[in-house]
Nanobody, 123 residues
Framework: QVQLVESGGGLVQAGDSLRLSCAAS????????MGWFRQAPGKEREFVAR????DSSTYYADSMKGRFTISKNMLYLQMNSLKPEDTAVYYC????????????????????WGQGTQVTVSS
């Protein structure tokens, strides 16, 4: 089992920055990928970014490219130039499964989830 705990959310103004952290514990040796997702009220869970352990490659959703950065050390998500539409609960996720194609962009690709941390961006 793997336990994930997010932290770092909060209330900020548009244009501000936040750094989210995800602490992983338990049997983390065989994690294949870790990612961040977000979910706004009334919307489906949305892919934000992921990092693949095999080659440390990263991938971002188009709306986050250039503003968000995911790092492998303890899994951080640095969010810059925040916009009101970034308001959501942000979730950290991990998987031990090796996905064909190595995309890891779907929530279904992950079996371990944190409890989420709220990010609210005011205009």
């Amino acid at each position: 089992q793997v336990q994930l705990v997010e932290s770092g959310g909060g209330l900020v103004q548009a244009g501000d920055s936040l750094r989210l952290s995800c602490a992983a514990s338990g049997r983390t040796s065989f994690i294949a990928a870790m990612g961040w997702f977000r979910q706004a009220p009334g919307k489906e869970r949305e892919f934000v970014a992921r990092i693949r352990r095999s080659d440390s490659s990263t991938y971002y959703a188009d709306s986050m490219k250039g503003r968000f950065t995911i790092s492998k050390n303890m899994l951080y998500l640095q969010m810059n130039s925040l916009k009101p539409e970034d308001t959501a609960v942000y979730y950290c996720a991990a998987t031990k499964r090796v996905e064909a194609g190595g995309f890891y962009r779907s929530p279904a690709a992950y079996e371990y989830w944190g409890q989420g941390t709220q990010v609210t961006v005011s205009s």
